[in-house]
């Protein structure tokens, strides 16, 4: 029976009052502040308080979009563009992977489908102070392991370095070549090499070349984190890795609710495993496709917590949701942090963006589903 029906004619008090306590919460954490948030976009408010706050109308916003400081917020609005779109198809591509290896019947399953799940259980925190350990540039498991494999090295000619070559006698062509590239730092023996021959020509290269790399070439730690070529496909990893347990479960309960007769009706028109996901598995599964997609599209536009764990906002890792935390609470995301007015404002931004992103993709999304 429907809880909030009547009964003979009168109409139940205790389902309501069942319902308060989790209602007064939801409007006093989210309805309020959020109500809150777009009055304080058109004030002047900052985190100090000793500040008389005036009301500047729409001035928050214009200067959200001014030209001449719209850089930084052009790099996070772009960030977010990337982020969003790599998380939304990396982690449903995986997800729907796994799901579809879980859904099948063998030995380990269950705690193969645990581990799955477990780090959404552990947290974005804990995830992320994990995975800047592993990537630790020092004494971090990953550095350790790349290291046994492959030493990264740099390639860069200094005073030092043209000393002791001076010493190995080489001739002065070739030294004056060397000067020329003095200073300059390459990643890739091969792009060393390449620019060695620019200057000094392919036949002394190739023979000096052992010679000169013995002084040039040094061992090179990856930063990871650190590292801003690095950063932020390694916070894309982490959201994945934090997340894509959630999208797991939603699209194994997919799979589990198609009956199995139409797979055997399948089977019996000679279809094979292919076929049968094309035709049979990929549609009915559309409204878990949805609901899995909207919700990445909403978390990875709003992230900014696993941001703020690993780099901070640092080496152009911040997104728009990183610019507004860094504005209003002093983080290193923003210039003229503690302004609650205008991140205030950049905030109200930030929500149309994410509802014109799940609108469209609710509406394009819902177009395919096939109701069971």
């Known amino acids: 029976m429907y809880p909030f029906s009547q009964v003979n004619g009168k109409r139940q008090l205790a389902p309501y009052l069942i319902v308060l306590p989790a ?5 006093a954490f989210h309805v309020l502040p959020s109500m809150a948030t777009i009055v304080f976009s058109f004030t002047d408010i900052t985190r100090t308080g000793y500040k ?5 109308g729409l001035d928050n916003y214009f200067e959200f979009f001014r030209p001449e400081t719209f850089r930084d917020k052009g790099i996070a609005l772009k960030n977010s563009a990337m982020f969003t779109v790599l998380v939304v198809i990396v982690q449903n591509g995986i997800a729907l992977a796994v799901a579809l290896v879980l859904n099948k019947k063998w030995r380990g399953r269950a705690f193969f489908r645990a581990a799955v799940f477990l780090p959404v259980l552990l947290g974005v925190t804990v995830n992320a102070l994990v995975w800047r350990l592993m990537f630790n540039p020092y004494d971090g498991p990953v550095q350790t392991v790349i290291e046994s494999v492959y030493q990264p090295s740099d390639y860069k000619l200094t005073y030092s370095s043209l000393r002791k070559l001076k010493k190995e006698e ?6 004056v070549g060397l000067n020329a590239l003095k200073n300059k730092n390459f990643t890739r023996e091969k792009a060393f090499l390449k620019a060695l021959e620019a200057q000094i020509g392919k036949t002394e290269a190739a023979t000096y070349h052992a010679t000169i790399l013995k002084h040039v070439k040094s061992p090179r ?3 990871f984190f650190a590292d801003p070529r690095m950063a932020f496909w390694l916070i894309i990893f982490v959201q994945i ?4 347990g959630y999208s797991c479960v939603i699209f194994l309960s997919g799979l589990q609710a198609i009956p199995m007769e139409l797979y055997e009706a399948a089977k019996v028109d000679g279809a094979n495993k292919l076929a049968q996901f094309k035709h049979v598995t990929y549609p009915l599964i559309a ?10 599209v909403i978390g990875a536009l709003r992230t900014f ?14 997104t728009l949701a ?3 935390f860094g504005q209003a609470f002093a983080m290193s995301g923003g210039s003229g942090a503690g302004r609650f007015g205008f991140a205030a404002a950049a905030d109200t931004i930030l929500f149309i963006f994410i509802f014109i992103a799940a609108f469209i993709t609710q509406r394009y999304l819902r177009k395919r589903e096939v109701e069971l």
């Open 23 to 27: 209602l007064a919460l939801f409007l």
């Open 52 to 56: 008389d706050v005036s009301f500047v």
């Open 170 to 175: 080489l001739p002065e062509a070739v030294m």
């Open 221 to 223: 730690k990856l930063l």
């Open 241 to 244: 890795w934090i997340h894509m």
């Open 287 to 296: 409204q878990a496709m949805t609901v899995n997609v909207l919700l990445a």
């Open 305 to 318: 917590d696993v941001i703020y764990v690993t780099t901070n906002g640092l080496f152009d890792t911040q």
């Open 322 to 324: 990183f610019y507004v």
